[in-house]
């Protein structure tokens, strides 16, 4: 089992900045690739960033790229998500997620690759 808890939500205006973090404990060994994703109210969840364990892998969905930067400290096992310029449209429930095997063509930003998750962590933009 893979155990993961978000923290860093919260409230910010327009254009402001923010860090969200997820420390990952437990059988962390056999975990290929994290990634990030948000859930918007009466939305699907979707995929916003996702880094391999050894960090020489990382996609974004085109929404957040060059805005969000995914990124990880091995030694402290957390896995980070930078967002900058943040838009009202960002605000949804963020969570973490971690993937132990890889099916042939699953797609890295699909949810339904993903078999552990965090609680996730709010995050309101403000315009």
């Known amino acids: 089992q893979v155990q993961l808890v978000e923290s860093g939500g919260g409230s910010v205006q327009a254009g402001g900045s923010r860090r969200l973090s997820c420390a990952v404990s437990?059988?962390?060994?056999?975990?290929?690739?994290m990634g990030w994703f948000r859930q918007a109210p009466g939305k699907e969840r979707e995929g916003v960033a996702t880094?391999?364990?050894?960090?020489?892998?990382?996609y974004y969905a085109d929404s957040v790229k060059g805005r969000f930067t995914i990124s990880q400290d091995n030694a402290k096992n957390t896995v980070y998500l930078e967002m900058n310029s943040l838009k009202p449209e960002d605000t949804a429930m963020y969570y973490c997620?971690?993937?132990?095997?890889?099916?042939?063509?699953?797609?890295?930003?699909?949810?339904?690759?993903?078999?552990?998750w965090g609680q996730g962590t709010q995050v309101t933009v403000s315009s």
């Open positions: 997620a971690a993937l132990t095997g890889l099916q042939a063509g699953a797609s890295v930003l699909s949810p339904a690759t993903y078999n552990y």
């Open positions: 437990g059988y962390t060994y056999n975990v290929k690739r």
């Open positions: 880094i391999n364990t050894i960090g020489t892998s990382t």
